[in-house]
């Protein structure tokens, strides 16, 4: 071992100069690295959203409400199905599923045949599947229900779908760009870094933005809606201001928001008002034009995720398809607005199951906080190796420490591994049990130039014997690494996978640089005896 | 004489019996270890016992707020936040005095974003001008998935020690291993109680770190007592262990010393949210050197090893040898 072979010694060359070149980026301020040339990496650290400020929300797609919908619309298809084809009572859900009784036995089969035929998507990926069952019971009745599958598809849609909207949102918002990932079955991350308020990009995405137009039915007293009477086929919607009181209006809406095709934040000719401007496509444009001929002078109500914003009197019909959205806007909630309105609807509301948000000065801090605990934890470690095993060999394992240190800073930044807070503690913790390689080969030359072995054997020795034990110690902090690694949280993640890449370069530096240095040492000078023995 | 380097004034070889305190150590291991289970599950407040739970575990909202360079008026803001209907909110002093913390649950059918809102806004509207530097909530799903995740990755970490000393020694050893590991975890699970350190991902994490250390002492000594094994065939466990133990002494110390003063230089100047984590990293290097030395070796005498020319052979524990 203490023959010093030459791919040892280039392999640790190598390896300095790769570590030293990924780490400098790091060293020097932005406007010097931009101007680096463009073979030089330029990549730094790349820092967690607890060092560099940002924000970490977590939501999830609200399966239940989805499939609340789904069902509805199911019951609809059913109904209109059988209508004028079979007498049937009692349709309506019951749980998950939906029940109806038919009223002819004779019929039953019939029935059950027609809505195996129409009601229901194919299954994706099932050749001859269905979206649903349909299945006739005792007492003449006829159970159907959603396959699980068809319930997994559809959440896995609406994740796509959402996703796809929240992009388009934000994009036209002007928000510095988030990471928006997919997470398990219903849920989505999003990742902005140095958005430290996150609350506008909250209010872009947790809206569920869903526009209806509906007429008011005027013909609801006030009692009535105190009383919670609701005449058959209308609805009490909220003003969405909370001061105005609720508002009657029909269940049927008359244009949706799908049918909008532009929407843009402007403002009111006579008042100056923000208001946002919208056009329809063919159909809504159509459809507004005949409700709003029909209904001169009645009001018709703009409803946004179940809240009335405005319901302005219907003055002359409107048929050029395009049309005006007053309320109390500001200027940045009408532009909000129409962004929302642009992106579409979500295809369910979205939760937000977690949220982690920090300030970029408190990541500045904790960067502080971390470099001044790593620094002298560091130099802490240097001083107490040269105490306890003098220049040379404290210096050597300085000399491996800093490799190791250089090593595992190239690695991340080239990587692009977070670096977390906790992945500093990791880091410092890793640097100072690191010198235990060096001890333990150290110790093991003392033990064998004690049992009377030559200086060049013992030291020999040393490395080859301790190489077992550094291995088998290292691979337990390995094996914790990586099941730490597996508990999610982004910051936990960052721990662990900075002591896993620590315990890598410790190996390789504590053992093939300690190895070079004391072999060079041991060739220039010919020793009789060994500093530390 | 000189007194430097160090390494040549330590004493050479010592010659502890360190098997013969076993006894002595195991009881008061013992003990110690009833004690933690004690405090760490008593009152049995679910989901984390006697722990301080942090909501990671338990789900809810905290923050971290600041008010520099003013100091934060504690009193006035818990009055403000009392009135909200949001149940038990505490407010604590947060490292220095411009800064506070603010913790509470999200009342049953709330919205949890809303109810953060509404709390930002109670502050604002008490404090003057507040700066929210940090702001954490987890819900009730999120919460119980970190929990079960973080339960299971303890579990997995100390399975997977055992399956590798399994693998790389013998049984025997894998269990005296998982023996010593078992003691840190409660005992490290004690500290927290004890402290009242905050019981969240890092705390885990920090426990995680310890038991790779732990092990990493552990292997350590196993691998020269398996040496030394091979080489003294008839010589008495115990004596192995003793001598075994005593030869690695030195390393242990030293690279015991090394971990400390990092962890430190961590506690003294990591701030406030690095804090329970150097601490229980601390306390746990500490315990994971004792225990390697008094819980790992002795267990193996308990089943006895196979030597290469004798059957395996049971041995009574500590001093009765002598």
Not at chain 2, 27 to 43: E, F, K, N, Q, R
Not at chain 2, 289 to 305: D, E, K, Q, R
Request: glycine share 10%.
């Amino acid at each position: 071992m203490m023959n010093l072979s030459r791919w040892k010694v280039i392999l640790v060359v190598v390896a300095v100069v790769l570590g030293a070149l990924f780490t400098l980026p790091n060293l020097l301020p932005a406007s010097m690295r931009d101007k680096l040339p463009g073979f030089v990496p330029s990549q730094t650290l790349h820092l967690g959203l607890d060092l560099q400020g940002g924000s970490y929300l977590l939501y999830s797609v609200d399966t239940k409400a989805l499939m609340g919908e789904r069902l509805t619309n199911l019951t609809e298809d059913v109904r209109s199905t059988l209508r004028d084809k079979v007498a049937f009572t009692d349709l309506g859900q019951v749980g998950d599923e939906i029940s109806l009784r038919v009223t002819d036995p004779a019929q039953v089969a019939d029935a059950v045949n027609a809505l195996r035929r129409t009601v229901g998507a194919p299954l994706a990926g099932v050749a001859g599947g269905s979206e649903v069952t349909v299945n006739a019971a005792a007492d003449q009745r006829i159970r159907i229900a959603f396959v699980p599958a068809a319930f997994d598809a559809s959440a896995a849609k609406a994740v796509e779908q959402s996703i796809e909207i929240i992009r388009r949102r934000i994009d036209s918002s002007g928000t510095k760009e988030p990471d928006i990932a997919r997470q398990g079955k219903d849920r989505i991350v999003i990742q902005a870094a140095g958005e430290s308020d996150p609350e506008r990009l909250k209010a872009l995405i947790g809206q569920t933005a869903k526009l209806t137009f509906q007429m008011v039915d005027d013909n609801a007293t006030p009692q009535d809606i105190a009383a919670g009477r609701v005449p058959p086929g209308d609805e009490i919607v909220a003003s969405s201001d909370g001061i105005t009181g609720s508002y009657v209006v029909k269940r049927r809406s008359v244009v949706t928001g799908e049918m909008l095709t532009h929407a843009q934040q402007g403002f009111d000719q006579q008042t100056g008002q923000p208001v946002v401007n919208f056009r329809f496509n063919g159909l809504g444009a159509q459809r507004f034009g005949d409700v709003t001929r029909q209904n001169l002078g009645k009001r018709f109500a703009i409803v946004l995720d179940k809240k009335v914003i405005s319901a302005p009197v219907i003055q002359s019909a409107i048929t050029g398809g395009s049309g005006q959205i007053s309320g109390h806007f500001t200027q940045e909630s009408a532009n909000d607005l129409s962004v929302l309105l642009n992106a579409g609807a979500l295809p369910a509301p979205l939760k937000v199951e977690e949220q982690r948000t920090v300030g970029a000065e408190l990541g500045a801090d904790a960067v502080r906080a971390g470099t001044t605990s790593a620094v002298v934890g560091l130099v802490a470690t240097m001083i107490f190796m040269v105490a306890i095993y003098g220049w040379l060999f404290g210096g050597v394992s300085i000399v491996a420490l800093a490799v190791n240190a250089l090593m595992i800073i190239g690695i991340m930044s080239l990587t692009q591994a977070t670096l977390t807070l906790p992945g500093i503690a990791g880091l410092i913790l890793t640097l100072a049990v690191a010198v235990d390689a060096n001890v333990l080969i150290y110790e093991r030359m003392r033990d064998e130039l004690r049992a009377g072995r030559s200086l060049i054997a013992s030291m020999d020795a040393g490395f080859s014997r301790a190489m077992g034990t550094i291995m088998d110690a290292n691979i337990t902090h390995l094996l914790s690494a990586f099941i730490m690694f597996n508990l999610g949280s982004g910051p936990v993640k960052g721990f662990a996978w900075t002591l896993a890449i620590g315990v890598l370069t410790t190996v390789f530096s504590a053992v093939l640089v300690t190895q070079v240095l004391l072999a060079w040492w041991f060739k220039t000078t010919r020793p009789k005896t060994l500093p530390i023995a | 004489m000189s007194f430097w380097p160090l390494i040549k004034v330590l004493p050479v070889r010592t010659h502890f019996r360190f098997v013969r305190l076993a006894k002595f150590a195991a009881a008061l291991s013992i003990v110690a270890v009833i004690g933690s289970l004690a405090l760490t599950l008593y009152p049995f407040k679910p989901p984390c016992g006697g722990l301080a739970c942090g909501i990671d575990f338990q789900g809810g909202s905290v923050m971290e707020i600041t008010t520099a360079p003013k100091s934060v008026d504690l009193a006035k803001a818990r009055a403000a936040l009392t009135g909200l209907g949001i149940g038990d909110i505490q407010v604590v002093a947060f490292g220095a005095p411009s800064s506070a913390m603010v913790k509470f649950q999200t009342p049953a059918g709330a919205d949890a974003s809303a109810t953060v809102k509404t709390v930002q806004a109670a502050l604002t509207q008490s404090l003057g001008e507040v700066r929210f530097a940090k702001t954490e909530l987890v819900g009730p799903k999120v919460s119980n998935e970190l929990l079960t995740k973080g339960v299971l990755g303890l579990g997995l970490a100390i399975l997977a020690m055992l399956l590798y000393i399994w693998f790389r020694f013998e049984l025997q050893f894998g269990l005296g291993a998982v023996a010593a590991l078992f003691h840190d975890v409660f005992l490290t699970f004690g500290l927290i109680a004890v402290c009242h350190i905050e019981f969240n991902l890092n705390a885990v994490a920090a426990i995680l770190t310890i038991i790779g250390y732990s092990m990493n002492d552990t292997v350590v000594v196993f691998d020269r007592f398996r040496e030394n094994l091979r080489k003294y065939k008839r010589m008495p466990l115990a004596e192995v262990i003793d001598m075994s133990i005593n030869e690695m002494l030195t390393r242990t110390i030293i690279t015991s010393m090394t971990a400390v003063l990092a962890l430190i230089a961590l506690a003294a100047f990591g701030g406030p949210s690095l804090w329970g984590l150097s601490i229980i990293m601390l306390f746990g290097i500490g315990i994971g050197t004792y225990s390697s030395i008094y819980i790992a070796a002795p267990v193996i005498m308990l089943w006895g090893v196979k030597r290469a020319d004798e059957e395996a052979q049971p041995l009574t524990p500590a001093g009765a040898k002598s």
